[in-house]
């Protein structure tokens, strides 16, 4: 069934219902630097967002959010601005008489920083915590209604408070009660341009966050406008994929107004992947008409682990170039592509016409990363008709099942798309990271910009390299810090001599 949000406009652009679904991007620049910003704000747009978001992370970054958006205003663009806001309620509250949108995180708004600890609450306890938030919000909530200055509700799993994860865990459940919680302190303010997100870095959290979220407002009888979109996606192939599949899998549901593909780059690289993403699940005109079934998560009573084949002249091959005994059948004719399934197991064979590699990686992604994210699909079978042809099949069938973690055959990396909080070359990092740890396979590592994404957004890592300050790494087992305070120079090393003498221990024992 298809999610009918309710209509919120952002500035002059209408966003939700039956108005296409709308591309934003985010700034990397120091908020203080006007013209760095100013400037970054405009190839964003110029590349065709509909939005752009800038950090104000403290009182000084708000108030220039002013300058910004003049700036802007001379120059004749007139796109909304969104302010991300973490952990400072001042500075929301300047911000919200300036952008057209803000963004906060309930987990941290009003709340301390996760301390990761279980603290109990009593039924009064936890409602009195309610009704602390409540006050605190209810300035905000005045200058957004005077100004008409919408809000985004954005969860982030691994940003809870401890009073959510004391109760629900670090969960999809959490993560939508969060939101839930915050939607009623609003309502209960008669407030409602309101737009919510459910972000993770594990595709399988956010689309089960997202559904839970979406079917608890139905069931309350709202339904405000979703931003979708896949944390610490990485970059490249990976990132690109990544995000393709969290993201493709909720559109075609019909789920997702507003969308933001969050890679390792220069912002404006993500305008392109969105579009792509939008034309592969919706068309051209952004809203998809008839979305599918929504397919539920499939419990393996064995390891999962998808084959990926090779399709020549009829004949379908393994990995290894034996011909291998598959019965075929067409299994959804409703479906833009074709699946193939024998009695036992569903193989995917799509058929593409692409001579863009980049293109490729995004629209398997979109279409078909929902099938390996739920489990539901066995094998697949790339076949093109274009230019990308052999091995570069192949190697795009290994990304996706990477990306969608339903087969991992080498590292995973996750790195956040930084923004005006990271005081580093995160982009730099992350390659320095990947060069040296490489030849490794199995393991999940993290490159974060700052604090707000590391440690609690890299959870399910098994290392993280998180700036600390300027030219300065923290590093993590886990969550747990194991270096502080590293120079950026030798940080990648002593990441690499860590995870060594963790993989050398484990083999001697």
Do not use: W
């Not at 970054?40 to 752009?52: L, Y």
């Not at 309930?106 to 603290?119: I, L």
């Not at 074709?338 to 193989?347: A, G």
């Amino acid at each position: 069934m298809k999610y009918f949000s309710s209509t919120v406009l952002i500035g002059s652009v209408p966003l939700g219902g039956d108005h296409p679904v709308r591309i934003q991007s985010m700034t990397n620049t120091d908020t203080l630097d006007t013209r760095a910003t100013v400037e970054q704000c405009i190839r964003i747009i110029e590349a065709g967002a509909d939005f752009v978001r800038i950090t104000a992370q403290g009182v000084k970054e708000a108030e220039n959010l002013a300058n910004i958006k003049s700036e802007l205003r001379k120059a004749r663009f007139y796109t909304p601005l969104i302010a991300d806001i973490h952990f400072n309620p001042a500075a929301a509250e300047i911000a919200a008489g300036t952008v057209e949108k803000i963004r906060i995180n309930p987990g941290n708004y009003v709340d301390k920083r996760a301390t990761f600890t279980k603290v109990e609450f009593s039924e009064k306890e936890y409602g009195e915590e309610l009704e602390r938030i409540h006050s605190r919000l209810i300035p905000l909530i005045r200058i957004c209604t005077a100004n008409k200055t919408a809000v985004r509700i954005g969860v982030n799993h691994g940003s809870l408070s401890d009073r959510i994860m004391t109760r629900y865990g670090n969960t999809p459940e959490g993560m939508a009660v969060s939101a839930m919680e915050f939607i009623r302190i609003f309502r209960a303010e008669n407030f409602h341009s309101l737009v919510l997100s459910m972000k993770s870095s594990d595709t399988a959290v956010m689309i089960k966050a997202t559904r839970l979220l979406a079917d608890m407002m139905t069931a309350d009888g709202f339904s405000y406008p979703l931003h979708l979109g896949v944390t610490e996606a990485g970059e490249g192939e990976d990132g690109r994929m990544r995000s393709a599949a969290g993201i493709g899998a909720l559109l075609s549901e019909g789920i997702g107004d507003t969308i933001r593909v969050s890679l390792s780059e220069n912002p404006e690289n993500e305008i392109p992947v969105a579009k792509e993403i939008l034309r592969a699940i919706a068309g051209s005109d952004g809203r998809i008409k008839e979305p599918f079934e929504r397919l539920e998560f499939k419990n393996h009573l064995k390891p999962y682990n998808p084959e990926v084949y090779n399709f020549e002249n009829g004949e379908f091959f393994d990995e290894n170039g034996n011909v291998t005994n598959v019965t075929i059948s067409t299994f959804n004719a409703h479906e833009k592509f074709v699946i193939r399934k024998n009695t036992d197991n569903l193989i995917l064979n799509p058929v593409f016409n692409e001579n863009d590699p980049e293109k490729l990686a995004i629209d398997l992604g979109s279409i078909l990363g929902k099938y390996f994210i739920t489990k539901q699909a066995d094998g697949i079978c790339i076949t093109n008709k274009g230019a990308v042809r052999g091995e570069k099949l192949r190697e795009l069938a290994f990304s996706l099942l990477q990306s969608t973690e339903a087969r991992i055959t080498r590292v995973t990396y996750l790195s956040c798309p930084t923004c005006g909080r990271t005081k580093f070359n995160l982009q730099k990092a992350v390659k320095e990271v990947k060069q040296i740890t490489g030849h490794l396979s199995g393991i999940r590592i993290a490159i974060m910009g700052c604090i707000v994404n590391g440690p609690g957004e890299m959870a399910g890592s098994d290392y993280g390299y998180v700036g600390a300050s300027p030219g300065k790494v923290h590093i993590y087992r886990g969550m747990e810090p194991v270096l502080k305070n590293v120079p950026q120079e030798e940080a990648a090393k002593e990441l690499l001599r860590i995870i060594e003498e963790d993989l050398n221990k484990t083999s001697s024992e």
